[in-house]
Each structure stands twice: as C-alpha cells, then as structure tokens.
C-alpha cells in the first residue's frame, strides 16, 4: 500500500528555517529513489531534493542548494527536508514522492515518480 504524508509546513519570515516530514508506508520508503517536490501557483511542479535508498546519492536543484538538506530516518520510515534561509521565492505546496526507478533520482522529474503525498504548504514572506 503506497502512502506517503507530509507535515511541518507553515508561514515564516524570510531567513527563517522549517524542517519538513514524510511519514511513508513501508512499501513506498523502500522505493528506490524519494524526493521533495514543490509547486508554486501557475508554475510547474518542480523538483527540489532527491535521496537514493541504495546509495545515498542526493540532488538538489540549484535553486536550494546550500539552503536544503534531505535525508532520511530508516527507523521511523520518514523522510526529512531542512529548509534553512528561506526565502519569498521558496513559498510553495511541497510534496514528498517515491518512485520504484532508480533514473527519477538522476531526472528528478514530477513524471517520473508515481507515489505522492498531498503536500504541506510553506509560505515566506
């Protein structure tokens, strides 16, 4: 059963951190490649982090690196991002994402992950 859901979300002031979760079932933590996903109103979702399971390999896109970190908690099958030095542009529904193809952690492409969550909001202002 695929199941993934996000909290941690919130509105917070530019410079600001926030540390977001994704609880996921244990057949979708297992996939392959899990990711951090987030769209803004009238854009494209694009994607933010990536974390390989097998090989720890992480993406990020240019726009957060430095500023974002994901990982995960095999333990407690959650997966994290740490959104540090937030800034107005970073406002957006976030989604967490699996997929059983090891290629999504290289596209990082929304297409190419068919397990979502239903998204936490983070505004900053």
């Known amino acids: 059963h695929v199941q993934l859901v996000e909290s941690g979300g919130g509105s917070v002031q530019a410079g600001d951190s926030l540390k977001l979760s994704c609880v996921a079932s244990a057949y979708s933590y297992r996939r392959p490649c899990v990711g951090w996903f987030r769209q803004a109103p009238g854009k494209e979702r694009e994607g933010v982090a990536a974390l390989h399971s097998g090989t720890r390999a992480t993406y990020y896109a240019d726009s957060v690196q430095g500023r974002f970190t994901v990982s995960k908690d095999n333990a407690m099958n959650t997966l994290y991002l740490q959104m540090n030095s937030l800034k107005p542009e970073d406002t957006a529904m976030y989604y967490c994402?699996?997929?059983?193809?090891?290629?999504?952690?290289?596209?990082?492409?929304?297409?190419?992950?068919?397990?979502w969550g239903h998204g936490t909001q983070v505004t900053v202002s």
């Open positions: 994402a699996a997929s059983p193809s090891s290629s999504a952690c290289v596209s990082v492409s929304a297409k190419d992950f068919p397990y």
